[in-house]
Nanobody, 122 residues
Framework: QVQLVESGGGLVQPGGSLRLSCAASGSIFSINAMGWYRQAPGKQRELVAHIPTGGSTNYADSVKGRFTISRDNAKNTVYLQMNSLKPEDTAVYYC????????????????WGQGTQVTVSS
């Protein structure tokens, strides 16, 4: 079984910073693209940042210049550094990854983490 486990959420004041981590574990053959999504109360889940295996990263316009996504392939981990946080960044943040498991048939499929709450408030 493959699972994604997020950590690093919490309560922070406006202007503060948080770093989210998401580690993939289990019987993994390979990991392709990884990303972070978020869902605020009463809103649809939206893409925050995306990082492919190679190539350039992508960000939602609302977080450009404030958030940075990165990955450590040796640790099967993706990170989201969030700076200059705003109250409108408050949401549950979910990790997503396209993972090919060791089991057959062997093809990439999407996996989701359980979510971590980020609250920006004074």
């Amino acid at each position: 079984q493959v699972q994604l486990v997020e950590s690093g959420g919490g309560l922070v004041q406006p202007g503060g910073s948080l770093r989210l981590s998401c580690a993939a574990s289990g019987s993994i053959f390979s990991i392709n693209a990884m990303g972070w999504y978020r869902q605020a109360p009463g809103k649809q889940r939206e893409l925050v940042a995306h990082i492919p295996t190679g190539g350039s990263t992508n960000y939602a316009d609302s977080v450009k210049g404030r958030f940075t996504i990165s990955r450590d392939n040796a640790k099967n981990t993706v990170y989201l550094q969030m700076n200059s946080l705003k109250p409108e960044d408050t949401a549950v943040y979910y990790c997503n990854a396209a993972i090919t498991p060791m089991s057959v048939p062997r093809f990439p499929r999407p996996y989701w983490g359980q979510g971590t709450q980020v609250t920006v408030s004074s």
